[in-house]
């Protein structure tokens, strides 16, 4: 399954998101993201043909079991790359480590993020 990074920090902020409750609103979606309803309604869209989340009419959405097990796969990665930034000498703070992980764990080949 080919996933955009866009897509992936679609999954990612909404698996963050379900964490604190299981059913979420695609309002909360954008708040978190910084991103407008209407986006946030395209992308959902897309998610769900690919299987990975659930929605219903009047906004409340959750992932599937193969959007959680792939978000809980992406986010262990990110994990690994952002405590391997530092290494890099990089002057990066805690969050700006974890973004800059997130960018990367979205772009690069799966390959190399199972050698991690």
Known sequence: MELTSTHLR????IYQLSR???E????AVAGALGVSR???TRMLGI???KDLVTKERYG????T?????????QLDCVR????RLPALGLDLTAREAEEAAQALAAVLPGRCLETL
């Open 10 to 13: 679609y999954l990612l902020t």
């Open 20 to 22: 604190v409750r299981p």
């Open 24 to 27: 979420i609103s695609s309002a």
């Open 38 to 40: 209407p986006s946030v």
């Open 47 to 49: 998610l769900a043909e």
């Open 60 to 63: 409340k959405l959750a992932l």
């Open 65 to 73: 079991n193969r959007g959680a097990a792939l978000a809980r796969r």
């Open 80 to 83: 690994l790359l952002a405590l």
